[in-house]
């Protein structure tokens, strides 16, 4: 062996070490702020991994929570921001959309995500884009991905899985590649102007015989629709059918109606079949 290929052995560890080190101080140095409305944990999946792919700093600000003061949270232009929401009936929830407005974008950038469970997002991306830049943020990509449906779990079950990581972690990367480059440019997203009709599901879930009237349901609900004395007592105007109430109880004590999840499972059935993939646009 030669003195050079001996000497390039010895060193070469040592500079893969450097550019490990060189990658995890580079995730530590860009701020990332996870602004998400996830009720039921299938966007903050989706949203968790893709900031932990581009950063180690991470500061949450959680849209579902009713308590929150979304006001005081002031950006500034050299931060980054990852807004993500899910899509209901191919729109942005206009709880989250009403508490993204009042954060102060400032300039920071934004990469918008939105979260639908295998139907169709429609003009969620498109909204979305149109809220944070109202809200002063400047959108430098898009990212619509699929997580297990929220009301009929047949469809996109487990998901976002593997395949789902695989293609994020791609993403990721080339959002990173993006930032770096300093190129700010504002993507071109689907949907349309106007925006489809708003529509409510209008299915409200409600306790069975198991509920101990613990109030978690109550005092998660991110639009404080849920009664904290009686939780069978639910403001069915105020509901937006986000099913967090069903996803957080501890004794699996809130259902939906049979009879009107069996009608949702088959109006979905055609659309949902056939596989979505997640799409990324720069």
């Known amino acids: 062996m030669s ?15 450097k550019q490990n080190k060189k990658t995890i101080k580079e995730k530590q140095n860009m701020n990332i702020y996870e602004i998400i409305f996830s009720p039921t944990g299938g966007t903050k999946k989706v949203a968790d991994f893709l900031a932990n792919e581009l950063s180690r700093e991470i500061t949450n600000i959680d849209l579902s929570n009713n308590n929150e003061d979304f006001h005081k949270f002031s950006l500034t232009n050299k931060d980054i921001a990852i807004v993500a929401v899910p899509s209901y009936s191919g729109r942005v929830p206009s709880t989250a959309a009403e508490r993204i407005l009042k954060i102060q974008g400032n300039g920071a950038k934004a990469i918008i995500v939105c979260v639908y469970g295998n139907r169709a997002y429609e003009d969620t991306l498109v909204e979305l884009q149109d809220l944070v830049q109202q809200a002063g943020f400047s959108v430098i990509s898009a990212v619509a991905a699929i997580a297990e449906h929220s009301i009929a779990h047949r469809y996109a079950t487990n998901r976002p899985d593997k395949d789902d990581y695989a293609h ?3 993403f990721a990367d080339k959002i990173s590649g993006k930032l770096k480059k300093n190129d700010f440019t504002t993507p071109v997203v689907p949907g349309n102007r106007p925006y489809r009709k708003a529509a409510n599901a209008g299915i409200v879930p409600k306790p069975t015989r198991a509920c101990t009237k613990c109030g978690l349901c109550a005092s998660r609900c991110p639009v404080g629709a849920i009664d904290k004395s009686n939780p069978a007592k639910v403001n069915k105007k105020a509901c937006i059918s986000c099913m967090r109430c069903v996803s957080v109880c501890p004794h699996n004590a809130r259902k939906v109606n049979g009879l009107l999840l069996a009608i949702v499972n088959m109006m979905l059935k055609k659309a949902c079949t056939v596989r979505k993939e997640c799409e990324l646009y720069l």
């Open 3 to 17: 003195g050079f290929l001996r000497t390039l052995i010895i060193l070469l560890p040592g500079i893969q070490n």
């Open 168 to 170: 994020l972690k791609e």
